[in-house]
């Protein structure tokens, strides 16, 4: 069977993992069924602005495109219409395709927006009039006369609202700015006819007030997922709104100026609370972790400090911890970044008692010891992301067992952490595979076999001493034992043939086979007429023989079935996919043998600045980690370096190829040919971060190659700046199609 053979269903599952760029210049050029394909209504239920498709289409054909799939069509995502810092809104053509008579837009129910002319807004949301959920910058929302909120009055229907960051470009396009007050007067006129939002994400709006929000919780009371970030104007007052029995679920106050006694008042009347954070709120204390242990049982994430916010140290304590490990068993994530007051002994309780998380960042946290690794991986198995960066007492000792315990890793993060080295992971060697525990079950059920076999065996011998005075031989079909008179020369004879089952482990039936037991003469006691005959001892084992090989036939059947040559013994390793191990100084060459060995399927990488590492050590990662994505092997440090040369950089071009990033800052003994070397045989599409001395490699010329396609490789330097006069810092995007750069 051939590709142009499959269903029509196959093709379209294939096609949904291709670019919808790829699809519309490449696949569907191939020939007409896959045309007709390619505009499958279920491939375009997202389009994302795209300014390659913009500059390449004519708005004839960017039209004809729009009607073939507005059928389909939920989501128009515009975020990246800025992503080159245009001083000038660039997506204007798709606009006014969109807005055309002949384009149905009612099935679009998603709509992110960093900005646009409010010419076009209101069309744009009648156009799309089973609107449920927008998306536009702050920016935008803020620097506007106040057209934007009075237009959005007219999407009664609408459930989820989120006013975002962005870029500086928008502001830079944005009309004068409304003052605060009449702000937060436009938003709560808008609130008031929005009854029916469940979802409100709010972010970067310092000058939000109490009132506003209190018109919010007012208003909608079908409001789920309530998020504000960065509101510093929030406060107490601004929940006293909240109605007592709140169906809020997710709360997200980071930054604001809500206390305890706030955080009391939220948690009596959200008591089906599962997600909470409220990191960079400076007077949030132990108390407000016992409000939440109280009032919301069913509580999965807290976030009581985030790493983004550097100036913040969180004011939990041991005490803190103590409430949820006795009253929060369901707790699934927990962030408490630089938490300067808690300690292992803390971490110890928790993690007893959480046995269920799976999500745990202690960044910072300097009493974060081995021991916490070692209780962590004896009672959190479940753990998928865990971060300790900064905590500078661990050591491979508390490494090791964490991640050869907790099977479903997936992200460790262990920056800067000085004493880190000596990964041992040849504990998983250690490991009981399934492959072991069938082998050793199946050597077990054959032993039993063979016991059971020889005990029988014995048995048959015993019996014939016992019975060696018996003249009579009993038959083996009868019920009843005839007795023999006294003038008999010739008494009955029959034959004991017991069944028993010899198991042979390397075929896939377990034949029963028949011995046959030669017949002997007994003498039977004469018993009174009508009496049951007893069993003799040979029959009774017998039974018992063959029902014990009846209950093991069946399971040493299938284990001898997966006895195929083709099943290989699978091999234990660990399943991260990211590692972060940079500025670890004391990771060496070995310590990269252990991550290639046993972490072979990890996608990202950052070991900057270890400095004790070699082009050896990169050798065993690339040569082990053949999938990698992202690798970052930069110095960190403006003082020491590091020593890799441009063989790493060959090892890395051979190898890796499917790496989409790379980072070389600071290698000082990388040369301009071994970069020139790597571009000319890297995978494409790439970006590679580097520093050089060199001013060639600012010329496009130098860099350009032709490849195997007879297509030139296409180079594009972006400077990020000059450091000690005479140092680039430089972003190389290699790629040989428009679609590349959409990756």
């Not at 210049?25 to 375009?44: D, G, I, M, P």
């Not at 208003?219 to 029995?245: T, V, W």
């Not at 092997?633 to 989409?660: P, W």
Request: glycine share 4%.
């Amino acid at each position: 069977m051939e590709i142009l053979d499959l269903p029509e269903e196959v093709l379209l599952l294939i096609f949904s993992y291709i670019p919808l760029y790829n699809l519309f210049f490449s696949v569907q050029r191939t020939c007409l069924a896959w045309r007709n394909l390619c505009f499958h209504h279920s491939l375009w239920s997202t389009i994302h602005y795209s300014q390659q498709i913009d500059e390449k289409l004519s708005q004839d054909d960017l039209l004809s495109v729009l009607k073939q799939v507005s059928r389909g069509l939920h989501h128009l995502v515009f975020e990246k219409a800025f992503q080159h810092g245009e001083t000038s809104i660039t997506f204007l053509k798709i606009l006014q395709c969109i807005l055309n008579e002949d384009v149905d837009m009612r099935n679009v129910s998603s709509l992110t927006i960093p900005a646009i002319p409010n010419r076009y807004l209101e069309p744009l949301l009648e156009k799309c009039s089973n609107l449920s959920s927008i998306e536009v910058s702050y920016y935008y929302a803020y620097y506007n006369d106040g057209d934007f909120f009075v237009t959005m009055k007219k999407l009664p229907r609408l459930k989820v609202f989120k006013i975002t960051e962005s870029s500086k470009s928008v502001e830079s396009i944005a009309e004068p700015a409304l003052h605060q007050t009449l702000f937060n007067q436009y938003l709560s006129d808008m609130f008031s006819c929005l009854v029916e939002l469940e979802v409100v994400h709010i972010a970067s709006v310092n000058k939000l007030l109490d009132s506003t929000l209190c018109a919010l919780l007012d208003n909608c009371r079908n409001l789920q997922e309530l998020a504000l970030y960065g509101c510093d104007g929030i406060s107490n007052a601004g929940f006293k709104s909240l109605p007592e029995k709140s169906g809020i679920t997710s709360l997200h106050l980071n930054s604001t100026s809500v206390n305890d006694k706030g955080m009391e008042h939220i948690c009596q009347s959200c008591r089906g609370l599962r997600k909470v954070s409220f990191a960079g709120c400076m007077y949030v204390t132990d108390v407000s972790i016992k409000h939440l242990c109280t009032h919301c049982p069913n509580l999965e994430s807290l976030c009581v400090s985030d790493p983004e916010i550097f100036y913040h140290k969180s004011n939990i304590t041991d005490g803190g911890l103590d409430y949820l490990s006795q009253n929060s068993s369901f707790l699934r994530s927990l962030t408490m970044c630089n938490s300067a007051q808690i300690s292992d002994l803390g971490l110890d309780q928790l993690a007893r008692s959480c046995n269920m998380l799976t999500h745990l960042d202690v960044s910072g946290c300097l009493s974060v010891s081995n021991n916490t690794l070692q209780v962590l991986a004896q009672h959190c198995r479940h753990l998928q992301t865990v971060n300790f960066s900064e905590c500078v007492y661990l050591t491979g000792k508390g490494l090791s067992p964490l991640v050869v315990s907790c099977r479903w890793l997936r992200t460790l993060n262990v920056a800067n952490c000085p004493f880190v080295q000596n990964l041992n992971f040849e504990l998983f060697d250690q490991m009981e595979t399934p492959f072991d525990k069938y082998l050793k079950e199946k050597e077990e059920l054959s032993q039993s076999s063979i016991n059971l076999h020889d005990e029988a065996g014995e048995k048959n011998e015993g019996s014939d001493h016992e019975l060696r005075g018996f003249k009579q031989v009993t038959p083996t079909c009868s019920n009843q034992v005839q007795e023999p008179g006294e003038g008999d020369e010739n008494p009955l004879k029959s034959k004991v043939t017991p069944q028993v089952n010899e198991v042979e482990p390397q075929v896939n039936k377990v034949a029963p086979q028949v011995n046959e037991v030669e017949p002997r003469e007994v003498d039977v006691k004469p018993h009174e007429s009508g009496a049951e005959p007893r069993e003799s001892g040979v029959e009774a084992h017998e039974n018992v023989a063959r029902s014990e090989i009846e209950k093991i036939t069946p399971r040493l059947n299938f284990l001898n079935s997966l006895s195929c040559a083709s099943i290989p013994s699978p091999k234990v390793h660990s399943e991260l996919r990211t590692l972060n191990i940079g500025l670890c100084s004391k990771v060496t060459d070995q310590c990269l043998r252990q991550i290639a060995t046993f972490c072979p399927d990890l996608r990202e990488l950052d070991i900057n600045g270890c400095f004790n590492t070699t082009d050896l050590g990169i050798s065993y990662i690339v040569r082990g980690c053949q999938r990698l994505e992202l690798l970052n092997i930069s110095s960190g440090s403006m003082i020491q370096k590091m020593s890799l040369t441009d063989q790493s950089l060959v090892s890395i071009a051979t190898h890796c190829e499917y790496l989409r990033r790379l980072h070389v800052e600071k290698n000082p003994l990388m040369s301009l040919e071994g970069y020139k070397n790597f571009f000319d045989n890297c995978p494409l599409p790439c970006t590679v971060s580097l520093t050089t001395k060199s001013p060639e490699i600012l010329k496009m010329d130098v860099l350009m190659v032709e490849d195997g396609g007879n297509k030139c490789k296409r180079v594009n330097v972006f400077s990020k700046g000059c450091y000690k006069g005479n140092i680039h810092q430089l972003d190389v995007l290699l790629y040989n199609s428009d679609g590349h750069i959409l990756e």
